[in-house]
């Protein structure tokens, strides 16, 4: 069974990271507020990005390692730019 980490964009702008075994669903969750907490709180919610794992500890640590990620950071996975993604780790290293 596949296992998903996701970032979602909160109609105030603000991300939202998650984890699940079922993408569909609970992106269906947040967006009618079903869930409650954070996004229910910011409707409406957009997927903006996701990585599929193969197990749920992956997309667990795959989900705590985005939480610590600066804005910028986020934004660059988003966009699919390594190479700022990789130097913005750099620069928070120094």
Request: hydrophobic share 35%; proline share 2%; net charge positive.
């Amino acid at each position: 069974m596949p296992f998903h980490a996701y970032l979602l964009r909160c109609n105030d702008g603000s991300y939202y990271t998650g984890h699940t075994d079922n993408l569909d669903l609970r992106i269906a969750q947040h967006q009618t507020g079903a869930i409650g907490g954070y996004t229910a709180q910011r409707l409406p919610v957009r997927l903006i990005w996701s990585e599929t794992f193969e197990t749920r500890e992956e997309a667990l640590s795959a989900e705590r390692q985005i939480k610590g990620w600066s804005r910028a950071k986020k934004q660059a996975l988003i966009d699919s730019n390594w190479e700022l993604v990789s130097e913005l780790a750099k620069n928070r290293q120094r």
